[in-house]
């Protein structure tokens, strides 16, 4: 049979755990027939622990009857706890006490001896392909938490901010109406103007981000449109203008109207 060749970095990691010698020789054998990399083979559960402290296979065949204090289902429990690495059993025994223990232990699959290179092959195949599946579910779990975290801090802090500028904004219109009816305060209204302008800019930054998280949530539908470079540099402008307003600076941009970005 025709085995497609795999560079010796893209090969599998396999770590046998059998106390049998013939029979763990055996193993290695047709694994290597079949393109995979034995990590090491060992006879007990214990020496089995001690190999993951070094290195990480991405299987381990465990047979239940090992030698030492601990079967392979108690190692494959432990294996799943520390290492989240999947474990086929090898077992010559299929009755209903060992199965129940088994099923506990959710293992990647069951092999009983003695088995040919085809089964072999397919199950580890099918281990790994279901390893590889969920994965890619953990991590993307993991990005929408992330996602939605961030979409939570965001609003969290849009609405903080919005609510103190609103009021800054009810002031300086206050002010202003204020200051309107005093002739002599002549200086004071373009101030006023400034922090007015300055507000509404920062609240629609704010509002800008609270459409941000609406985005990422898929609230809102996004539509491609010309913005005016005119509208864009007025923003910048009036930031700009309110810091140097006391240093009788005055910032002025000259912007045809038909410029457009997108």
Known sequence: KYMRKISEKDKKKILIVEDE??????????????????????????????????????????????????????????????????????SAHSDIQTLQRVKKSEPFGYIIKPFNENILHSTIELALHRHELENLKIQKQAVEESNRLKTDFINQIGHEIRTPLTSILGFAETIQRIIKLNKSLDKLPMTADKIIDSSEYLINVLNNILDMSKIEARKIKLNKEKLPLRKLISGLEILENLSVINKNITIVTDIEDHIHIY
Do not use: C, F, W
Request: proline content about 3%; cysteine-free.
């Open 21 to 90: 010698e013939i029979v763990a020789k055996d193993i290695e054998n047709q694994l290597i027939k079949l393109n995979y990399h034995i990590l090491s083979s060992v006879v007990s559960g214990e020496e089995a622990m001690e190999v993951l402290k070094e290195a990480h296979p991405d299987l381990i065949l465990m047979d239940i009857l090992l030698k030492g204090n601990m079967d392979g289902i108690e190692t494959a429990e432990k294996i799943q706890k520390q290492y989240r690495i999947p474990v086929i059993y090898l």
